[in-house]
């Protein structure tokens, strides 16, 4: 973005008149030389939000706020200075004028505003298309069925592109805006056989920027034989970029502020539409398409710093819902899940449970990892195997979180959950972030439609990236009680006979399910076939966790008294996890006193049996 001048940053701060300006935004009442208004930045009945037309500045008496006419947009849209300075331009009729810049960039900034005017003109005819015109009938009975009626289509301005392009090229032509210009605005597509309209027969989403400048279009197709792609957009062009750009965020800016730094984040178009028009949840909002990027976060993080996932509840939302997790954690937003019933999306749970179901939904919602994981725990139903290779998954995903404190908290949070040894979690975590600090890797592409006549589409199979595997966390007691079963016969035949003794260690150290899988099969000490044998059997994050451990035999001498330390060293690791998982538990935020007293007992019980044992 092109820096503004000087003189013209003065000009467009002289030409507001705060009163005027405010008066869009609050109910101002007049209080001798000065109005007043109950204060939008905090909650108060007794107006104490004064504006002093003859300073043009406001300033709140009960919680401190004031500045300029600018200053008030920054706070209540939520906008950084050059897009708040570039609103008050905007409002106020203000030409901006920039610095001098070379050729190339005067060209694209032309280019730019042009493709901007050509995109509301369509903006205007597709609108007036869905309201008046008899093809258009489809259209308006999917949007009535769904809920959607003409004051919600006109707020949004949703619009219908009729199959045939030639009327708004007519229009367009007559506003000396020729083909070139529609095809560098994507609405017309170049391929093989010349030029063609993007988008036919689809219901038509403006999308805006922040300045609520329409940037380009999403077309929704309604008739299922049509095409196989459900939504197109506008590919990139010069006011374009998909990754830049969030649904809704115009709209949703100043509600974000108010709701506390705040966004809510949908999958679609129509549930962020929901959202706002029939929940009153104004701060909703959706990226374009499937992938959620790091742009998208980072552009978030400049507004919210929570937010609310509002993914439909069924295995596609929970898989996309991790991925838009991974992105705004890694940005430094606290994500939270708004837990929604199976099958259903916002707009869906609007229409069978009424708007106030959704409320609760937002305002009950979890923190992300801890529904995550309660989500997983519940498919697994206590399958020692599956909970092992759980462990590994959910430290992946903690590991995307930015912030230590609240690292911390979730690692302990998983802990409990996921009944394992807090160190031992925390350990691997922190391996995790470590490996991604020394081998960074960026993130597979996600796979994009290429612009060309939708004639030529092929619905081709997409093939999904090989999912990263990585090893479970062998406590040292457990690797040490494998590594001695599985290299001497009588080491392991001693082993057996103590089976009894090593089922607390299982139960509460890391990587205990593989002792066990381990006992349970016992592979031929010494026997590199038998061994990788058992490797191939196991699940590839346990598999992977001994793929180091060299398998020869070893006479070791004295091997009664070998056994007897490697089980007492395991137990008494066990003793210390059970101990550390506990100390997780009373720690967890918001836990009652009825409820930490047994485990405080408890805990000084084992903690006892530790004291006598070392």
């Known amino acids: 973005m092109a820096r503004i001048t000087q003189e013209c940053v003065a000009r467009i701060k002289d030409s507001a008149d705060i009163v005027e300006l405010l ?71 203000i030409p901006v004028i920039e610095e001098e810049e070379n050729p190339e960039m005067a060209r694209l900034r032309r280019m730019r505003a042009r493709v901007v005017e050509a995109n509301t003109l369509a903006t205007d005819y597709y609108h007036r298309k869905l309201c008046r015109d008899a093809g258009a009938a489809h259209v308006r009975e999917y949007l009535k069925q769904r809920g959607f009626g003409i004051e ?90 998909k990754g830049e750009l969030l649904f809704g965020l115009y709209k949703a800016t100043g509600p974000i502020g108010k709701a506390g730094m705040c966004v809510v984040v949908c999958e679609g178009q129509l549930d962020v539409i929901a959202c706002h028009e029939k929940a009153d949840i104004r701060n909703a ?94 498919l697994i139903q206590g399958d020692a195997n599956a909970r092992a290779a759980l462990i590994p998954r959910m430290a992946d995903l903690a590991a995307e979180i930015t912030d230590r404190n609240r690292r911390d908290v979730a690692v302990a949070d ?53 999912r990263r595997v990585i090893p479970i966390t062998l406590h040292n007691a457990i690797r040490d009680t494998i590594f001695l079963a599985a290299v001497s016969a009588e080491a392991q035949a001693l082993l057996l006979e103590r089976i009894e003794e090593l089922q607390e260690p299982i139960r509460w150290l890391s990587g205990g399910v593989v002792l066990q899988r381990f006992m349970e099969v016992l592979p031929t000490p010494g026997n590199p076939e038998a061994w990788q044998d058992f490797l191939q059997n196991l699940p590839p994050e346990q598999s992977a966790a001994l793929r180091n451990m060299e398998i020869t035999p070893v006479d070791i001498p004295n091997i009664m008294a070998t056994v007897e330390t490697t089980c007492s060293n395991a137990a008494l690791a066990a003793l210390k996890a059970h101990v550390d998982q506990l100390r997780s538990r009373v720690n967890t935020p918001g836990i009652s006193w009825q409820e930490a007293a047994p485990l405080m007992q408890e805990m000084n019980e084992l903690q006892k049996l530790i004291n006598s044992a070392e």
């Open 152 to 241: 919600i289509a006109r707020a949004w301005q949703l619009g219908w592109a009729p199959p045939d392009f030639r009327e708004l090229e007519q229009i367009a032509r007559s506003q000396n805006m020729d083909d070139r210009l529609l095809a560098e605005a994507y609405l017309l597509g170049r391929g093989q056989r010349g030029l063609y309209p993007v988008f036919r027969d689809r219901l038509m989403f403006p999308i805006h920027n922040v300045r609520g400048e329409v940037v380009g279009f999403s077309g929704r197709v309604i008739r299922a034989d049509q095409d196989p792609r459900k939504y197109v957009n506008t590919a990139d062009t010069a006011a374009f970029h």
């Open 414 to 466: 998983l802990a409990t959950r996921l009944n394992t040894g807090l160190e031992g979690l925390r350990e691997t975590v922190e391996g995790i972030i470590r490996t991604r600090k020394e081998s960074p890797q960026s993130a597979p592409a996600e796979p994009q439609w290429e612009p060309g006549e939708e004639e030529e589409f092929s619905a081709a199979p997409m093939q999904e990236a090989p």
């Open 23 to 93: 008066s869009k935004y609050l109910q101002l009442r007049r209080a001798g030389n000065s109005w007043k208004a109950c204060c939008p930045f905090h909650s108060e009945k007794t107006p104490s939000f004064h504006v002093n037309p003859a300073r043009q500045t406001f300033h709140c008496f009960g919680c401190g706020v004031g500045g300029d006419a600018l200053k008030f947009i920054m706070m209540f849209e939520n906008l950084d200075y050059p897009t708040a300075l570039r609103r008050l331009a905007d409002m106020n009729g």
């Open 285 to 378: 909002v959706a990226g374009l398409g499937t992938a959620f990027t790091d742009e998208h976060a980072r552009i978030l993080r400049k507004y919210a710093k929570k937010a609310i996932l509002c993914y439909d509840g069924d295995n596609a939302g929970i898989k996309a819902s991790e991925k838009t997790f991974r992105k705004l954690a890694a940005a430094g937003l606290e994500v939270y899940h708004a837990s929604l019933p199976p099958g259903e999306d916002p707009d869906s749970l609007i229409g069978s449970s009424g708007p106030e179901a959704l409320r609760e939904a937002i305002d009950t919602a979890r923190p992300y990892l801890e529904v995550r994981v309660g989500q997983e725990l519940a």
